[in-house]
């Protein structure tokens, strides 16, 4: 049987890093396995879903590359399949009608708490042989109720959580239509699931709970249920569930904030999943590690300063030319033209940068006048220094504009001024760039305009 997975968010607020991973494992595992991977919005929530919504999670989806095969289905667009069901299940005495008003319910509720017991319908409306229903009121429209089934248990061995058993008597009989017809959740996601032959349900364990409920309607339907794994929740920084009332982010927020793509998915990888103490990798290999069978039991918890390590360490094997196709658009939005210079800036850089917006920021550098701060001036640009400034600057304007051919016009320099190497390359990096610490003089140097930098350090003649 060819495995198929889903991600079936509901579109009531953007997609966090919490949500993502419970797309991220369903598809890298119909991926590692040859399945399919099949996307579902789950937008019958009429007053909190919104297209705004929608459209994070599937911007959200693509910039990290988890593409699905089908979809995405729409809940709304497939009502009329879940009333065919509903009519099968009335006609073959699935379901019944229930008249049990809203204040009734509260009212049974309420006494089975004061009795110190766990609030649930009682069956009032359940047709048995010989027993008398109440009478049927007028003007009131009822819901539908599964019929779940009385005595034994529901069994599953879970992926993540081992086995699980509940009994039957734990669970009343749900509520699988609305007063107007209109199917509930716990009723579409198992025709769903049926209907898009759906193997494995790898979904966050908030849905624990109602995994019971489904599995009775699978099988009331004819259907075995899928196998189940239930992924423990993502923590905040500050150990509380990953949400937007708690300061999550949107997916998104993280790739305008400069972070790769491949970087976020070895991350979030990480987070409830491990093989061995590997914490570096590429999609590629995750694709090719990743199982049901190493997924983690407990919590994890969210750490932005890991998720920068790790993305820097993405940059650093990242390819220049593709690190500049994420800067040039960076600088652009800040009115920089970049040219053919940026892939090798990119890679000068590269090292000592966490994000590309901040490799966008030492690539700014290159493009537009430098102001150093007259801190840094004062500090590294002293008089002992200003003629050797002078000297570089005569040699510069003649030499030919390479790394190697700098490189031995800074030596020359030093050799006519007696200076050390930082004692030159300081004073020289703030007028360049503004800032004393940069990669090597000679590359630093070699990327930027001859012109610009033999007037930078001849205004280093003048004083502070």
């Avoid at 699935?94 to 649930?120: F, G, I, W």
């Avoid at 320099?413 to 990669?439: C, D, E, H, N, W």
């Amino acid at each position: 049987m060819k495995v198929r997975t889903r991600f079936a968010p509901s579109p009531t607020g953007f997609i966090h890093l919490g949500n993502i991973r419970s797309a991220l494992y369903p598809w890298a595992f119909a991926r590692s396995q040859g399945g399919e991977f099949i996307l579902r919005i789950e937008d019958t929530d009429l007053e909190r879903s919104s297209q705004a919504a929608v459209d994070v999670i599937l911007e959200g989806m693509a910039w990290l590359g988890l593409d699905h095969d089908e979809g995405p289905y729409y809940q709304m667009q497939r009502m009329d399949r879940y009333r065919e069901v509903l009519a099968q299940m009335r006609a073959q005495d699935l379901v019944y009608p229930c008249y049990m008003s809203v204040a009734e319910l509260d009212a049974l509720r309420e006494r089975q708490m004061q009795a110190k017991e766990k609030p649930r319908y009682d069956g009032t409306w359940r047709p048995e042989p010989g027993k008398q229903l109440p009478p049927v009121p007028e003007g009131v429209q009822p819901v539908l109720r599964f019929r779940n089934p009385q005595g034994g248990a529901v069994v599953w061995e879970d992926k993540v959580k081992g086995r699980i058993e509940i009994s039957n008597d734990e669970l009343d009989d749900l509520v699988i239509a609305r007063p107007d017809g209109t199917p509930t959740y716990n009723f579409c996601v198992v025709v769903d699931d049926i209907d898009m032959r759906i193997t494995h349900v790898i979904r966050g364990d908030d849905h624990v709970n109602n995994t019971p409920r489904q599995i009775n309607i699978f099988r009331a339907l004819g259907q075995e249920p899928p196998v189940y794994a239930h992924l423990p929740t993502v923590l905040n920084e500050s150990g509380e569930k990953m949400s937007k009332r708690n300061g999550a982010k949107p997916v998104t927020q993280f790739r305008d904030e400069g972070f790769l793509a491949d970087a976020v998915v070895n991350y979030l990888a990480r987070l409830g999943w491990s093989h061995g103490d590997d914490e570096i990798f590429s999609r590629q290999q995750f694709l090719q590690w990743f199982d049901l069978d190493h997924l983690g039991r407990s919590a994890a918890q969210f750490d932005e300063a890991k998720l920068r390590w790790v993305n820097a360490q993405h940059m650093k094997q990242a390819s220049d030319a593709s690190l500049a196709d994420l800067v040039a658009p960076q600088l652009r939005a800040r009115g920089i033209e970049p040219d053919a210079r940026l892939p090798a800036i990119c890679g000068l850089f590269k090292d000592r940068c966490d994000t590309t917006v901040v490799l966008a920021d030492w690539a700014g550098k290159f493009y537009r006048p430098v102001e150093p701060s007259r801190d840094e001036l004062a500090k590294h640009l002293t008089e002992a220094v200003r003629p050797a400034i002078g000297i570089l600057a005569r040699m510069l304007e003649g030499c030919e504009w390479n790394k190697d051919a700098i490189g031995e016009a800074i030596k020359e320099t030093l050799r006519a001024s007696g200076l050390k190497m930082p004692q030159l390359a300081m004073p020289v990096r703030v007028l360049v760039l503004g800032t004393a610490q940069t990669p090597s003089l000679d590359a630093v140097l070699a990327l930027s305009e001859r012109k610009d930098v033999v007037e930078r350090l001849l205004m280093g003649q003048k004083p502070v």
